[in-house]
Each structure stands twice: as C-alpha cells, then as structure tokens.
C-alpha cells in the first residue's frame, strides 16, 4: 500500500495526467483570481485619489519605483539562474530549465493566494490586495520549492512537481506566517524561511523517494564540459543578484542598504574559501567544479537572517568565510555519508547549500540579535530593525534572538515532517532517471568529446 502511494506506476507516459494537471490547475487559478485577487492602492487607478489622502507629493513615491528594481533581480535568480544552476547534468538540461520554468510559473500564482490570504487579505471586502512586494514574496516562495527540486533533480516526473510545488507553497505559507507574524521573528533574505525549509523539504521527500537501484543511472549522474559551463552561469547570475535577493523586502533606507553591503561582503568572502578548500580536498590541488557552482553562494544563503541587522563588514566576511568552507567539505564529505548511511540521494547537493547555511544564517541571525545593544543601534534604530511597536513594542533584544532561534526550528520542522507526509506517485524507473529523453522530444547525440568526459567521470 505504501509502495503505491509513494512510489506508484513506473512509467513515464504523462500524456493524460501532466495536461489534466496543468489544465485544471490553471483553470482553478483563473476562478480564485477572480474570487479573490484585486489590485491594491498603489497599483489601483484610485492611486490618485490615495496619494491626496495621504499627502503624497509625487508619483515616484508610490512603491513600485523602490522595489521594481530588486523585483527584477529576483525573478531573473528565479527563473535564470536556478534554472541554468541545475543543468550540470549531462543529459538533464531541459528537465533542469524547462521544470524549473513549469514549478516557477504555477508556484508564483498560487504563492500570490495563500500569502494573500495570511497577508494581504481584507477583512473589510474579502479581497487579497496585490503590488510589487507581494510579487517578489511569491518569488521568494518558489524560490523554496526550487531549492526542493534541486534535491530530486532527474528523478521525478513533472507531475510529482507540480504536486511538489502545490504542497510546498502551502506549507511555506504556513510556516511564514508563523514564523514572522506569530513569532515576530525577521528573516529579510529567508536563511529560514525559504532555504532552510526548502533544504530540509526537499531532503526528506528525497528520502521518502528512496531508489536502492539508482546505480542504474549512474553514467548519466554526472557533468561533461559544457553542462558545467552552462551550470555556471546559473552561479554567476545567482551571486550577483544575491545582494537583491536580501535586500528586496527589507525596510527603506538603511535596512536595505545595509543588506545588500553585508551580503555581497558574503559572498565574496564565500568564494575565496570554496577555492581553497576545493583545492586541498582534491588531487593535485585541482578545483572540483561542483565546488564552484555552489559553495561560493553559502555565504548569500548564511546573511539571510543577519543582512539587515549591524552584524558589522567584517562579521560579513567572517560567515562568508566559515560557510565557504562548511559547504565544500559537505560536498567532499557529508553528501556521500547521507547517501550511504541516510539514503538521501541529493542531486544538486541542496544539504550543503541550502539546508546547512541556512540553518546557520538562522542562528547566526539569533545571536546577532540577541547581541544588540541600543549603544550600537540607538534606541530608534533598534525599534526600526527589530520592528519593536504594537504587541511586539516591550520585547528585549535577548528575548527577540530567543524567537529568532525558535523560528529558525520551526522551519527546519515543516520542511522534514512536511517533505515526509506529502503523497508523492508516478516517478519514472530507476534506469530512466537523469535523461532528459523521458519526458521531452529530445534527439541527443553524444560526440567523441562527450564520450571521453563520460569515461574520465
């Protein structure tokens, strides 16, 4: 019984089940926008109207022309550079673009409802209410099924993420808004929220998917030159944009620009020490390229929580620099330890990237805030960054990293038992994983070149 509901049919006939999803699905977005989704004040033709009310002096004040930027950063890291980030492998580039495009475009309207409807939801009317930050919230909440995907990169079909992606999006939904609103903790670039939960998430449905025959596949496991190269652009475009990425939702002013200084101060630090620990761990002192594509973005991933607060430039580089190493020697080491001893079998090495760093960046960011002091802040300063008014306007920086902490295990939580619960069914058999000739119209030639990078991995 079991066996079925996780594992179900082997085939990868998806003729009548992906169209009846997609098409239904799409049909039942189309109903609830219309039910629901409305434009809000700053986005609505009653903007004028608005600014009178509230003595807005000009045009460029509404939010669009503050957050539009960032918004563009963010949908290119989501729909560019998780895309090419994941097509190292071989024979699996379409699957990795292609389903990356599939789980971001449904994911994002369905993100846009169940934050509406813990968020932005009007009590008065019954109405969700709709501007540019809540376009970037449902990136952000893709961003956390992507990271999921990465986990199971080449072994699902994409009706699996579909279900994948509506399930997830609940449940980060959930998960957000108890951690920010229940909670009150702050999580500006997700180290918690979003890679944390998707790391763990991803993991455990992984785990649940379990293929004690994968060796099957295991000559399409693995990258030839210009599967790298392309995969290294989705690094390239992820670690530019990561600035953004934190900083997107964050309060104007000096939040925002202190995130983006502490993050890009991150990641530079990250790469340095991903090098020379790809370095030491290998042969001859030569550089892995998995190192590469994806240790040199933990320290974005780590800054998440603490990018906001007065972590200071060279607390930056310090977590970049110790989570540029954490995250290599997990691709050394731990990634063939879970698989061997957990079965965990994780594609694109999510633990390292996501999971762990994103872990960390949620304790980093407790102690940081437990830490601050009003000499360092100002009493403002404090109340700003910590939004310290209303319900939340008597609590203590101790008793804020204390929530913070707790926040960052409720993430962790949702993304295991969730991942675990959820009814995944029809991935494809063993000896058809990792080939994009599964479900695309695909006519694959292998060259000379590519046969001997095959033999030489």
């Known amino acids: 019984m079991l066996g079925w509901f996780y594992g179900g049919t082997k085939s990868t006939n998806v003729r009548v089940s992906l169209p009846a999803v997609c098409f239904v699905w799409q049909i039942a977005m189309i109903v609830l926008f219309g039910v629901f989704i409305r434009y809000n004040e700053e986005a609505d033709t009653h903007w004028q109207e608005f600014r009178r009310e509230n003595n807005i002096s000009s045009d460029i004040e509404n939010d669009f022309y503050f957050r539009y930027p960032s918004f563009q950063d963010v949908h290119v890291m989501i729909f560019v550079g998780f895309g090419f980030l994941m097509t190292f492998l071989k024979r699996y580039s379409f699957g990795a673009v292609g389903f990356n495009f599939l789980v971001a475009a449904f994911g994002i309207q369905w993100a846009l409802l169940m934050q509406g409807w813990f968020h932005t939801l009007d009590p008065a009317t019954g109405k969700i209410l709709i501007g540019v930050e809540n376009l970037i919230n449902a ?66 449905i992984s785990w649940v998917l379990y293929r004690p025959n994968l060796n099957l596949s295991k000559r399409l496991n693995g990258s030839v030159y210009h599967s790298d190269v392309f995969a290294m652009i989705g690094t390239l475009f992820l670690w530019m944009f990561w600035p953004s990425f934190n900083s997107a939702i964050t309060d104007h002013g000096d939040g925002q620009h202190r995130a983006a200084i502490n993050t890009y101060l991150a990641l530079a630090s990250s790469v340095l020490t991903a090098v ?182």
């Open 139 to 204: 990136d952000f909440c893709v961003a956390g099924c992507l990271i999921a995907y990465g986990a199971l990169l080449g072994k699902v079909s994409p009706v699996q993420l579909l279900v994948l992606t509506l399930f997830g999006v609940t449940l980060f939904a959930v998960e957000e808004y108890i951690i920010l609103d229940l909670l009150h903790a702050r999580d500006a670039g997700g180290s918690m929220v979003i890679h944390a939960f998707g790391g763990y998430y991803g993991l455990a």
């Open 276 to 457: 020379g620990i790809s370095s030491v761990t290998q042969k001859k002192g030569k550089l892995d390229m998995v190192h590469i594509q994806n240790a040199t973005l933990a320290g974005g991933v780590a800054m998440g929580t603490a990018a906001e607060f007065m972590i200071t430039p060279y607390g930056s580089l310090i977590v970049g620099f110790c989570c540029g190493m954490i995250s290599t020697f997990g691709y050394v080491f731990v990634t063939p330890l879970l698989e061997k001893y957990l079965k965990l079998q994780d594609t694109c090495g999510v633990h390292n990237l996501h999971a762990v760093p994103g872990m960390l960046g949620g304790f980093i960011g407790a102690i940081v805030a437990a830490s601050a002091t009003e000499e360092v802040y100002s009493r403002e300063g404090l109340i700003n960054t910590f939004d310290f008014e209303g319900d939340f306007a008597d609590r203590t920086v101790g008793t804020q990293g204390g929530f913070q902490a707790a926040a960052c295990c409720v993430a962790i939580a949702f993304g295991i038992v969730g991942g675990g619960c959820i009814p995944i069914w029809g991935d494809p058999a063993d000896d058809n994983c990792y080939d994009d000739e599964a479900y695309w119209e695909a006519l694959i030639t292998v060259t000379l070149l590519d046969r001997n990078f095959y033999c030489h991995r």
